[in-house]
């Protein structure tokens, strides 16, 4: 059986014979990966080692003769051994798990599991050796990363089943960031994050960031902050409802998929509705993080007086982040170059906040480009 490349960061393969439980999954990881689905063992092993995706969800149920098969294939077939697998079963009983930690299968859930335990799971899986390396890094910007991560699976949760999460939870997990920001120690976080594969979660903690910085900069302090950072992180949370392949898209978006993109904020709002005592300004940086001062964002196109320094202040550190993302298909553009098409963007950023934003920002991220 011959292997074709090494393997796409960002597929996953579910297999299970259960079409109810298969459509959960593939609806839980929209947004984060690219996923095929299998119900048998032939065709999914032909799948998985024509195509190696970066991990496998197989469950103790595949025809024709169970999961341990497969996973007996998986695990034997050199170089298909390196793919990590999670297992899944009804019961803790199950004898393919107990069979699968034979094998050394480590990750294993018990259905029915949550959102947030599956892409927690799953980035533990792929990210692990990214995630792994954060020991490495000063204490506070560790437990910013770390605490940002699981608060981002929690909010998964939270879309998938209608749910909230107190405000306090969201504060205390971006309290190290806002600390690590004040100490003017934030380089490591960036840095963390480059090869991280949810690019979301990477897109959110970078506005955090930026934002945190950019409010330090210019005098705000305590609550003021906590409310910056807690607002950038959750400011995309509609986008866990846009497909992968059209958040993902290398090149330009026809029509149809930009009125999607487009889409994530009207259900930012609504989640984020659900959130008790989440200060305003974090309402603020989600819902009008894409208007323009002359009007021409989205989605309500608010100009002029009507956006305030906050809003204002997040359109530019949210075009300024997406600008200078790294994309698993483009590279990061340079800051510098960044901030130049910014600044032509007169009658839609406020000029003023830019010049600032500029002053505090470039600096930094030019060395991290
Ligand atoms: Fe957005
Ligand atoms: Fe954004």
């Known amino acids: 059986m011959g292997i074709r490349n090494p393997g796409r960061r960002n597929h996953v393969c579910v297999v299970d014979a259960n079409p109810k439980f298969r ?4 609806q839980a990881l ?8 299998h119900w048998e063992q032939g065709p999914a092993l032909e799948a998985i080692a024509f ?9 103790e149920n595949v ?12 695990c034997c ?13 009804t019961t803790e009983r199950s004898n393919f798990l107990a069979d699968a930690s034979l094998l050394g299968v480590r990750s294993r859930l018990l259905k029915p599991f949550r959102r947030s335990a599956l892409l927690q799971a799953l980035s533990h ?28 699976n929690t909010l998964a949760d939270m879309i998938g089943e209608g749910q909230s999460m107190p405000y306090d939870q969201l504060r205390n997990a971006c309290e190290p960031l806002v600390e690590a920001v004040r100490a003017g120690n934030y380089r490591a976080m960036l840095e963390g994050v480059r090869d991280h594969d949810n690019y979301t979660y990477v897109h959110s903690l970078r506005v955090a960031i930026f934002l945190s910085v950019f409010g330090d900069a210019i005098g ?8 910056l950072a807690a607002g950038g992180l959750i400011h995309d949370v509609g986008k866990m409802t846009v497909p992968f392949q059209v958040l993902n898209k290398p090149g330009r978006l026809n029509d ?32 009008q993080h894409h208007e323009k001062l002359d009007g021409s964002g989205y989605p309500h196109g608010v100009k002029g007086v009507e956006l305030n320094e906050l809003a204002r202040m997040a359109t530019i550190t949210d075009m300024f982040s997406a600008l200078t993302d790294w994309r698993t298909y483009k590279d990061a553009m340079d800051p510098e170059q960044a901030m130049f098409i910014l600044t032509q963007l007169d009658k839609e950023l406020d000029q003023r906040l830019l010049k600032m934003f500029r002053a505090v920002l470039l600096d930094t991220a030019q060395k991290l480009s």
């Open 23 to 26: 459509q959960e999954v593939v």
């Open 30 to 37: 929209t947004s984060f990966y690219e996923v095929s689905e």
């Open 256 to 287: 149809e998929e930009l009125r999607i993109v487009r889409g994530h904020v009207p259900p930012a709002d609504r989640f984020l509705a659900l959130i008790p005592r989440l200060p305003r300004g974090a309402m603020t940086i989600a819902a």
């Open 63 to 74: 025809l024709p003769r169970g999961g341990l098969p497969l996973l007996r294939e998986i």
């Open 220 to 227: 705000l302090r305590g609550d003021d902050l906590s409310t």
């Open 77 to 89: 077939v050199p170089d298909l051994d390196r793919i990590p697998v999670i297992c899944t079963a």
């Open 125 to 152: 899986e792929i990210n692990g050796k990214i995630e792994r390396s954060w020991i490495k890094i000063e204490p506070l910007q560790q437990a910013a990363l770390q605490r940002t991560t699981r608060v981002f």
């Open 51 to 59: 195509d190696p995706p970066a991990a496998v969800i197989l469950d």
